[in-house]
């Protein structure tokens, strides 16, 4: 997996271990004390925490301060940054402000348009793309060299990794996509919200077929649904989602005051048959604005302790 660096999340891939991860947004606001919350919440229960930057579009507390906290708490931080925001300058900046508080994580993303939140109006850079942003990451840590060909005292040491959705159409492209990814320096991959899970496993066949999964890291990605109306609105309104309707059929069967604690049932039980698809090798767990189910999440599917490396 070429370059070590000194990324916890690394190590316990490296081990055979399965990784988990979670994710946390930043507040709207400059008042640290939600990310804080969250990550005391579950900081024993996983091996990193991503932090979103501007996710949907929606301004707010930006993701290398929000790292930078977690880090001073002693935890270990994924620095999600995108491409929408900032050219290559700011790119490779924000880099080195995350390598200089020993920031030992990126996912390189695109980003959702802006016309997904609160400033509708405002321009896309896109100066580079994912691919890119990988390739420059790569070559700053593994070369000590900026864009333009420059030396970089101190280069950054960072575990890098991107998203993969297997379910956005046309489904034909998906794992070619992921090949570019790999060919372009991703080493760890986590995936779009897993609900249909015979179409995720073709998707790792595939994967399979092409030996990529002993090129990178691949952590499934589990969203716990907090009701039948979150399930309806994922399914019929969120681009590049796909939620079976027997998934829909069974929280929309349950009580109301028990879809909750079904929605955790479901997310479990996908973790359980995820363990045994040959290539996966962790777990991504975003439980929006929900962090304290982590914990019950991870001990009831058999990922607590996490291992010590």
């Known amino acids: 997996m070429n370059v070590k660096t000194p990324s916890k999340l690394e190590k ?7 990784a988990v991860t979670s994710e946390c947004g930043p507040p709207r606001g400059s008042d640290p004390e939600g990310i804080i919350k969250k990550g005391t919440m579950i900081k024993e229960y996983v091996d990193a925490i991503n932090i979103t930057d501007n996710q949907t579009s929606v301004t707010r507390l930006c993701s290398l301060a929000s790292c930078i906290r977690l880090k001073l708490m002693g935890l270990e931080p994924v620095l999600q940054m995108v491409t929408r925001d900032r050219n290559r300058i700011a790119l490779q900046s924000d880099i080195l402000g995350a390598a200089s508080f020993d920031i030992f994580n990126i996912l390189c993303l695109s980003g959702d348009h802006q016309s997904f ?11 580079l793309d994912s691919m890119q942003l990988l390739q420059v990451v790569r070559r700053m840590r593994d070369e000590g060299k900026f864009i333009g060909g420059e030396e970089i005292k101190r280069p950054p040491r960072m575990f890098v990794g991107a998203a993969a959705n297997p379910f956005a159409d046309p489904f034909e492209i998906r794992v070619p996509r992921l090949a570019k990814k790999i060919a372009a320096g991703a080493e760890f991959i986590q995936t779009q919200c897993i609900y249909n899970l015979d179409r995720f496993e073709e998707w790792m066949k595939r994967v399979r077929d092409r030996g990529l999964h002993e090129k990178v890291y691949i952590l499934a990605g589990l969203t716990p649904m907090k009701s039948a109306g979150m399930a309806k609105y994922m399914k019929n309104r969120v681009p590049g989602m796909d939620v079976p309707d027997e998934v829909v059929k069974r929280l929309s069967g349950t009580p109301k005051d028990k879809q909750a604690d079904e929605g955790i049932n479901i997310c479990i039980e996908s973790i359980e ?11 991504h767990i975003m439980a929006i604005e ?6 019950e999440i991870v001990q009831r599917a058999g990922l607590y302790p996490r291992p010590v490396v």
């Open 117 to 127: 939140g609160d400033c509708a109006t405002g321009q896309n850079v896109h100066d």
């Open 12 to 18: 316990i891939l490296a081990s055979g271990q399965l």
């Open 273 to 283: 048959r995820l363990k045994q698809v040959e290539g996966v090798r962790g777990f």
């Open 290 to 295: 929900w962090e304290e189910k982590v914990p």
